[in-house]
């Protein structure tokens, strides 16, 4: 089964403080992860995907297969951060599409 | 359109209704989802067209739900009877290219259905 688990419902940090947002995986499978993000009042949208590699808004995620995690760090949070973060898998690249999304954090950043 | 569109934003059907949601995806987009987020929670995978058929639709979370996209462009989910427990928002999402790497999902602003 495909499983995406985020255990932190709520998280809350003070503004320029570090932040991680933990998120694993069960796949076994190769995994394409995501962190999906939704401001206030603003649709989900693709915050980043591991196979960029890249920072977004200063985010970073690094996959590591051997914990199975793909944690969202940043190491000074934002008041403008503040959003239900989702970490999402998606499977099955060559028979369809599918994406599993975690139950989500929501994210505080206290000014 | 420059992003997926979904109506209506808001919909309040009494038990028993049916209901028909409407999705606009990004031109183009050969891949369309379906999804359902409940209060709280993340979104739930419900089912997927590429182009126009349905390749999976085992999310469907009873007989009642019933999606289509005929012609692989807009799509719509239905919901017959409606239930209660079916309130929640019901999201839209497309994808470019069918199992390509990396590729991801855009998402509309969701239905929220209200059933009363």
């Known amino acids: 089964a495909q499983r995406v688990t985020q255990p932190e419902k709520l998280l809350s940090v003070f503004k320029g403080a570090p932040v991680e947002l933990k998120c694993n995986y069960s796949?076994?499978?190769?995994?394409?992860l995501f962190w999906y993000v939704q401001y206030s009042r603003q649709r989900l949208q693709l915050l980043l995907r591991?196979?960029s590699r890249e920072s977004i808004k200063g985010f970073t995620a690094d996959l590591n297969k051997g914990e199975t995690s793909f944690h969202l760090k940043k190491p000074f949070a934002q008041e403008e951060d503040s959003a239900m973060y989702y970490c999402?898998?998606?499977?099955?690249?060559?028979?369809?599409?599918?994406?599993?999304f975690g139950t989500g954090t929501s994210l505080t950043v206290i000014p | 359109g420059a992003g997926v569109s979904q109506s209506p934003r808001y919909k309040v059907a009494k038990r028993g209704q049916d209901v028909a949601l409407r999705c606009d995806p990004i031109?183009?987009?050969?891949?369309l989802f379906w999804y359902q987020q409940a209060l709280g929670q993340g979104p739930e995978f419900l089912t997927y067209f590429q182009n126009e058929a349905q390749l999976d639709k085992s999310g469907l979370p009873s007989d009642r739900f019933f999606a289509e996209r005929p012609e692989g462009s807009v799509s719509t989910l239905k919901i017959q009877r409606t239930q209660q427990e079916d309130s929640a928002v019901y999201l839209c999402a497309s994808s470019r290219l069918q199992g390509s790497v990396g590729s991801p999902l855009h998402f509309g602003n969701g239905t929220r259905l209200t059933v009363t």
């Open positions: 031109s183009g987009h050969v891949s």
């Open positions: 591991h196979i």
């Open positions: 796949y076994s499978g190769s995994p394409e």
């Open positions: 999402a898998l998606k499977w099955g690249a060559n028979t369809g599409n599918q994406f599993y």
